[in-house]
Nanobody, 119 residues
Framework: QVQLVESGGGLVQAGGSLRLSCAAS????????MSWYRQAPGNQRELVAK???????NYADSVKGRFTISRDNTKDTVYLQMNSLKPEDTAVYYC?????????????WGQGTQVTVSS
């Protein structure tokens, strides 16, 4: 069972920055991809950013140019650098890793970290 531990959330004013971290319990190269999702109250969980094993990245249109996903292979950690934060970025942010266990595709999730952006 993969463990993902997020950190770095908090309260920030609009226009500010935060960096989220997601530490995995095993080598991140064993995953097909790692992603950040977010869920605001009353909304569905949505994909924010993804990085594949090969290093390709993609972003939700709402965060392009403001958020950057990256990884540190030596620490088995993925980051989400969030700049120019807006009140609408307020949500619980979740780290996700997808991988194969035998023939089965598995999704593992972290516990989530709260990001609150004040106007």
């Amino acid at each position: 069972q993969v463990q993902l531990v997020e950190s770095g959330g908090g309260l920030v004013q609009a226009g500010g920055s935060l960096r989220l971290s997601c530490a995995a319990s095993r080598s991140i190269f064993t995953f097909n991809a790692m992603s950040w999702y977010r869920q605001a109250p009353g909304n569905q969980r949505e994909l924010v950013a993804k990085i594949t094993r090969g290093g390709a990245t993609n972003y939700a249109d709402s965060v392009k140019g403001r958020f950057t996903i990256s990884r540190d292979n030596t620490k088995d950690t993925v980051y989400l650098q969030m700049n120019s934060l807006k009140p609408e970025d307020t949500a619980v942010y979740y780290c996700n890793a997808d991988y194969f266990s035998g023939w089965n595709k598995v999704d593992s999730w972290g516990q989530g970290t709260q990001v609150t952006v004040s106007s």
